[in-house]
């Protein structure tokens, strides 16, 4: 009974070892696509101290949670439990390549709202987002789906020799500096540099989870002081102007400067204004650079060269959380 916990300790332990070096080698092609591709400086420092750390925390405390059930199962049945082990690290690998290029593709952590769609709706979602560019992505995800399958078939040859202890030690150790340090898996805006280093550095399944089981969301992420002291942030960048209260941070009583009169022609009729919102409409599904086949909004690229537009728009909600643009 104590060879068959060893074995499946040894087994175990090389698979969540195996894990962490699979998603370190995910974390720096990620690091390396935003500094490379979409030209963002992200430091270094966000790589090696915390997106790598918060990874490895959340790997270490998810094996641990089925530690106890795979090693009773481990005695029933050893082999049906080391395929079954990684089965499910390997499925933990595949959601984490899904989450990974649900960031690079739109630029925000995937959240609970997912679920508020149904199967069929989120699959037309992803089919329509398809670009050479995803389609990229998506074959590089693939590459490390399969590099991680062969050294998880590969570890089950492992030999049982002196090194065991060790690789089941150092497990052990690990373990108990994860659990003491459990509380740090996730890092409000405040923790980091900005918004941007905050989508990098934070380990995207703790997010997906916590805003699922404590209906996280990004009003709670900075107390009402820091969201102040932010607010006051934006409002020195515009000195020609008195702002008249934190609480509305874009009223002021500076004299209205109209710089668009130029771009209209005055006529004595009165125009007719049609004012159109439309949440969510990027420029995925819209425009001539769009992501589809076809543009799904053939009459307002038809008006656009009759009017003004604006080809990189950022919501003011965003530039307000945190003082910085996203990317």
């Known amino acids: 009974m104590l060879k068959k916990l060893q074995d499946f300790l040894l087994d175990y332990s090389i698979v969540v070892f195996l894990t962490i070096f699979v998603n370190i080698i995910l974390r720096i092609g990620e690091y ?12 270094f420092s966000v790589l090696y101290s915390r997106s790598i750390n918060y990874d490895t925390l959340f790997i270490v405390l998810f094996s641990l949670v089925g530690l106890i059930p795979f090693g009773a199962l481990a005695f029933v049945q050893l082999n049906f439990t080391k395929f079954l082990v990684r089965f499910v690290f390997l ?21 609970s709202a997912v679920f508020e769609f149904s199967l069929m709706e989120i699959v037309n979602i992803i089919f329509s987002e398809f670009s050479m560019n995803r389609i990229t992505l998506l074959f590089s995800g693939g590459i490390i789906l399969l590099i991680f399958f062969f050294l998880l078939i590969k570890s089950k040859k492992w030999k049982h020799d002196r090194s065991a202890y060790w690789i089941i030690g150092t497990y052990v150790i690990i373990s108990i500096v994860s659990v003491v340090n459990r ?5 409000p805006i405040t923790f980091f540099e900005n918004y941007n280093h905050f989508l990098v550095g934070n380990s995207k399944p703790v997010f997906l989870i916590k805003t699922y089981s404590e209906n996280l969301n990004f009003d709670l992420l900075e107390s009402r002081e820091e969201i102040k002291k932010e607010v006051l942030k934006l409002n020195s960048l515009y000195a020609d102007k008195h702002f008249l209260s934190t609480d509305f941070p874009l009223i002021n009583d500076s004299e209205y400067q109209n710089v668009l009169q130029s771009y209209f022609a005055e006529c004595n009729e009165k125009p007719n204004i049609v004012i159109i919102v439309s949440e969510s409409l990027s420029a995925s599904f819209s425009g001539s650079n769009c992501a589809t086949k076809k543009s799904l909004t053939p009459f307002v690229d038809s008006i656009i060269a009759n009017g003004l537009s604006w080809t990189n728009f950022f919501p003011m909600l965003n530039v307000l959380m945190a003082c910085y643009p996203i990317y």
């Not at 390396?32 to 430091?43: C, D, F, G, R, T």
């Not at 509380?183 to 890092?187: A, L, P």
């Open 32 to 43: 390396w696509y935003i500094n490379s591709v979409k030209l963002e400086a992200i430091p």
């Open 183 to 187: 509380k740090h898996t996730f890092k």
């Open 91 to 111: 499925f933990l690998q595949l959601c984490w390549l899904l989450l990974t290029g649900y960031f690079l593709i739109n630029n925000a952590l995937l959240s």
